[in-house]
RNA sequence: GGGCGGUUGGCGCAGUUGGUUAGCGCGCAGCAUUGACAUUGCUGAGGUCACAGGUUCGAGUCCUGUACCGCCCACCA
């Protein structure tokens, strides 16, 4: 039958990704490199960053698919041993809030289930969305190896997480304490300091009179008799220790060492100087709640001073507090205690007050700073490993420039801390202990715990250490430099040599994509509207310079035109083949040296450059170039003209026509695979590899 | 508060080490055409390259400053 006039690629993309399923040739071992190939000794290994099974796919794992996709795929034709090892991530905290959300629906909350149950829940989201999100990167054309697929909560997985905790553990590099820490009463556990975002907020700053002692104010030859601390945290005042100063500050300084009377509470507490304190802000002495802020625990360790929390891990005003505060929520208690405050007349003043509030950055909700018992991870060790990795160039950053925020967060990295007290995550393995691990602890262990470690797996040996890691910005310090000296540590070298940086994709406004905004794009639904070989020309195509991507559905457009191009293109090549009784040979010693040879040549030579400096975008602009206007706007309507004239060149021209036909396909297929397989399957030449994937790359 | 990036035709973007008429996609206008393709072909309109100075024989491209936009990092109560 007759092909289609216009390209469908929907009774194409099923049947194709299909075929390349049961080829098998997505895994590294399934075909035999040629004997005069010269990388057949050599692998390429990316390992996908897994996605969160929190729910589906968006643009940004869209574009990075096709990044990945467009390596992976042009490495293997060149013959290397390919492995691209796909899965997910159990992503502790999100996905435990996403399934107590959906229970919040049901009236429920997890304490109602319980740990196992709650447990078996999320197992059976997971089975869902797992697959979901697998299934999007098959539509989109991605050339894993499924085989291998992982999940980071896999029974193997949790072995690999176990060995790294005890390797830490035994080497002194975790430790337990209690620290103040960032804490999600309603999450109910700790947060790591990235996983804060913080959100502009118009509040107030508080003046507040303390009043001094009395004896104290008998030696105070000045009229006041009270010092004014300035804060935007009122309901933390009930767990002050002590008042502190700039020592430089000559206002404050003959009342240094002596005590003022914490109001409401009535607690004797001293002013101190200390060097954290600001002398421009607010009135230049602060209130010290070591219990409720870093910088106050801070000062507190340097005054030995004690910490009295008053804020529990509900979010809730503690015992510790005079009683008509007991048990009032945050919000309460501030309202309460300015009312009181003013009441006593001891606010002096309020200001507004704009300021930066920390929330959970998966439920939203404000996070508080309580201490807390935690498991820690010294970090000065493992980060000047991280730091050496880069600065000797053994990792490279691509675009260079993400190499100063990772240098300088890891200059200022504080201990990690890594137990959450989530139900949903690795458990810590000691005795006794309910904590989970944070879940990057886990995701930093992946491109070894997937290839079978702490086992020393053939896998291992072969495929580790992986190529190029293609990731978001975003997560480069809590991911990036995390695998990096997981890397290091536990294989002796580092996991991958490129860092690929991808573009963000944003709206065509410019902002951000997010559910939550209602901004968000599904690459699924673009494919069912444009074909996956659309989508991911219109995104590769768009991959230049760098610079974050303002999505916009042209390209898109555009992505199809060219499909169908080419579709009509090789359509018109088949059909004048078909004159022909001999098959066809692309016998390149055959070819005349003419333009669009020339062409062909010049364009493959930029392509394999762009493609060796991740010029995505380039490489697709050189091949549309190419095909559109050299190869069918000239050539091709050039053969029309000429074989009007008689049949004579006619069969030249068909080697000519299927020679370039055929090595555009294997330049494209990296980008396009569903349509260049097809056409591929379709063409009438001796020789035909069982799939387009396996060709030789043309160099 | 610190760091990074952006500002080029209606929209989305390219412009390598400074050098003849600043490119591409989408859109727009006119013309063409049933024989690969109308998801087409040809032709064309449209930009004082954010602003102000400076270096240079010559700057979108280098330097200084300003404005606006975006992102990342940061314990200023």
Same mark, same amino acid.
């Given at each position: 039958m007759e092909p289609a006039k216009a390209y469908d690629p929907k009774t194409v993309e099923d049947k194709i990704y299909k075929l390349w399923e049961e080829s098998g040739f997505f895994a590294p071992e399934a075909h035999q490199p040629r004997a005069d190939n010269p990388n057949k000794n050599k692998s390429f290994t990316i390992v996908l960053p897994p996605p969160n099974i929190t729910g589906e796919l968006h643009m940004g794992h869209a574009l990075n =698919? #096709?990044?990945?996709? #467009?390596?992976? *795929? $042009? $490495? *293997?034709?060149e013959g290397f041993k390919t492995l691209w090892i796909p899965g997910t991530d159990h992503a /502790?905290? @999100? =996905?435990? @809030? $996403? #399934? &107590?959300? &959906? %229970? *919040? $629906? &049901? /009236?429920?909350?997890? !304490?109602d289930l319980g740990r196992e149950k709650f447990i078996e829940r999320i197992w059976a989201w997971?089975?869902?969305y797992g697959n979901k999100i697998l299934g999007q990167l098959k539509k989109l054309g991605a050339s894993c190896d499924w085989s291998r697929t992982r999940f980071t909560l896999d029974k193997e997985y949790e072995k690999a997480v176990q060995a790294a905790f005890l390797h830490y553990y035994k080497k002194g590099l975790i430790y337990q304490g209690e620290r103040v820490v960032n804490w999600c009463p309603r999450c109910a556990t700790s947060l790591s300091d990235l996983e804060l975002e913080y959100t502009e907020e118009k509040s107030h700053l508080w003046y507040i009179k303390y009043l001094l002692r009395k004896d104290a104010l008998r030696q105070t030859q000045g009229d006041d008799n009270f010092i004014i601390v300035a804060t935007t945290r009122p309901e933390t005042m009930l767990g002050d220790v002590a008042v502190a100063v700039n020592p430089k500050d000559e206002r404050y300084k003959n009342l240094i060492g002596k005590k003022v009377i914490l109001p409401l509470v009535g607690r004797e507490i001293p002013i101190i100087a200390d060097r954290a304190v600001d002398q421009k802000f607010g009135t230049g002495a602060v209130k010290v709640t070591p219990a409720h802020d870093l910088t106050d625990s801070e000062i507190g360790l340097r005054h030995n001073l004690k910490i009295i929390q008053v804020i529990d891990e509900r979010g809730r005003i503690t015992k510790e507090a005079p009683l008509p505060y007991q048990g009032l929520k945050i919000a309460e208690a501030r309202e309460k205690i300015i009312d009181d405050l003013t009441k006593l007349n001891l606010l002096e003043k309020t200001e507004d007050y704009i300021h930066q509030v920390p929330k959970c950055y998966r439920c939203n909700t404000v996070v508080e700073l309580i201490p807390s018992k935690q498991w820690f991870l010294k970090m000065s060790d493992l980060a000047k490993q991280a730091v050496k990795a880069v600065k000797s160039g053994k990792i490279k950053f691509s675009p260079k420039n993400f190499e100063k925020p990772y240098l300088d967060w890891l200059k200022n990295v504080r201990d990690w801390c890594i137990s959450r007290q989530l139900w949903w995550g690795h458990k810590i393995p000691l005795d006794g202990v309910d904590d989970v691990l944070d879940t990057w602890f886990s995701s930093a262990l992946w491109p070894f715990a997937t290839l079978g470690w702490p086992e020393n797996t053939k896998d291992l040996k072969t495929f580790y250490p992986t190529d190029v890691l293609s990731t978001a910005r975003d997560i480069i310090n809590l991911w990036v430099t995390r695998m990096i000296f997981s890397g290091i540590e536990f294989m002796g070298k580092a996991p991958f040599h490129t860092v690929l940086i991808h573009p963000t994709v944003l709206t065509k406004e410019g902002q951000r994509m997010s559910k939550s905004l209602g901004t968000g794009i599904d690459p699924v639904g673009l494919i069912e509207k444009y074909g996956a070989d659309a989508v991911r020309f219109g995104i590769a195509y768009q991959l230049l310079g760098g610079q974050d991507i303002k999505f916009s559905e042209e390209n898109i457009v555009m992505g199809r035109k060219f499909c169908n191009k080419l579709w009509n293109a090789s359509r018109f090549v088949m059909l004048t083949s078909d004159v022909n009784d001999e098959p066809l040979t692309s016998d390149v010693n055959e070819l005349p040296k003419c333009q669009i040879i020339q062409q062909l040549n010049q364009t493959i030579e930029s392509v394999n450059k762009n493609l060796e400096n991740y010029q995505f975008g &380039?490489?697709?602009? =050189? %091949?549309?170039? !190419? !095909?559109?206007?050299?190869f069918c706007d000239k050539f091709i309507e050039e053969t029309k003209n000429s074989a009007q004239g008689g049949s004579a060149s006619g069969g030249k021209n068909q080697k000519l026509l299927l020679h370039v036909l055929l090595t555009s396909l294997k330049l494209l297929h990296p980008f396009i695979p569903f349509i260049t397989e097809e056409i591929y399957q379709q063409l009438p030449i001796k020789d035909k590899k069982q799939s387009l994937m396996i060709e030789k790359w043309p160099l």
């Open positions: =698919t #096709v990044i990945q996709d #467009v390596l992976i *795929r $042009k $490495k *293997r034709m /502790g905290i @999100a =996905t435990q @809030a $996403k #399934v &107590e959300k &959906e %229970l *919040r $629906k &049901e /009236g429920l909350n997890r !304490f997971q089975e869902i &380039e490489a697709a602009h =050189t %091949l549309y170039d !190419f !095909f559109w206007h050299d």
